[in-house]
């Protein structure tokens, strides 16, 4: 319980949407998940058969010594053998204006690479022309979990590049607003 002088931190208490169990209803659970922004990626690897790119924004950071990342990709999508296979992969953070490349990359279209500008990273995976940050990994665990896989890589190379990237939230592409009131925490 707060005490008079103690001041009350956030806005108290928002109106409830909806609330329920996953597995009951799992568009609303998809809902329920949408409230929580990320950036959008697209993922990038060569292998035997060719070269694989998908869009995901399932990307986060993990360690910074070793410095790992980790995405997800759903068991049944077509590039999942590829992306197990593939020793490195590549990590292409977008821009605010590549949404028709975030829309590219989240269709099955056989010539994915023919409608953007990239070159070859490590391990031939593409670097996608015009992305705010390319991270190069090469990929050291795969996890089951449900009904995707969890890869995490070891970056081994970086570059990040003016502009401002391209979010996804409640199922739409946004771009980011710094709010003046506050710096962000600083964790100690
Ligand atoms: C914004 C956005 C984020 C996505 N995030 C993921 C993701 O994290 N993991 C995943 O497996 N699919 C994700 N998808 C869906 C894939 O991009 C889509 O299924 C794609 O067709 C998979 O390619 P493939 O089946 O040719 O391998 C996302 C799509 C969009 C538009």
Same mark, same amino acid.
């Given at each position: ?26 568009? %609303? ?5 949408? $409230? ?9 690897? =060569? !292998?035997?058969?060719?070269? &694989?790119?998908?869009?995901? +924004?399932?990307?986060a =950071?993990? =360690? ?21 296979? %593939?020793? @490195?992969?590549?990590? +292409?953070?977008?821009? !605010? ?5 975030? +829309?590219?990359?989240c269709?099955g !279209?056989?010539? /994915?690479?023919?409608? &953007?500008?990239?070159? %070859?990273?490590?391990g031939?995976?593409?670097? *996608? @022309? ?9 990929? &050291? =665990? *795969? $996890?089951?979990?449900?009904? !995707? ?5 070891? &970056?081994?190379?970086?570059? @990040?590049?003016?502009? /401002?990237?391209l979010?996804?939230? +409640? ?18």
């Open positions: 319980m707060l005490m008079e002088e103690q001041v009350a931190v956030g806005q108290g208490q928002a109106s409830l949407l909806e609330r329920g169990r996953p597995l009951d209803d799992s568009r %609303a659970f998809r809902r329920c998940l949408g $409230q929580y922004p990320t950036g959008v990626a697209v993922i990038t690897a =060569s !292998h035997d058969s060719g070269l &694989v790119g998908m869009t995901v +924004n399932s990307f =950071s993990v =360690s910074l010594d070793p410095p790992l990342i980790l995405w997800s990709i759903r068991r049944e999508s077509r590039s999942v053998e590829a992306f197990q296979s %593939a020793e @490195h992969f590549v990590v +292409n953070v977008l821009a !605010h204006d590549q949404i028709e490349v975030s +829309n590219w990359f269709k !279209h056989p010539e /994915k690479f023919e409608q &953007v500008a990239w070159e %070859a990273g490590l031939g995976a593409p670097l *996608i @022309h015009g992305a705010v940050a390319h991270l190069e990994c090469q990929r &050291v =665990s *795969i $996890q089951e979990a449900g009904d !995707h896989l969890i890869l995490i890589g070891e &970056v081994k190379q970086y570059a @990040h590049f003016d502009g /401002k990237p979010t996804f939230s +409640n199922g739409e592409y946004a771009m980011t607003q710094v709010l003046p009131r506050e710096p962000a925490c600083q964790p100690n």
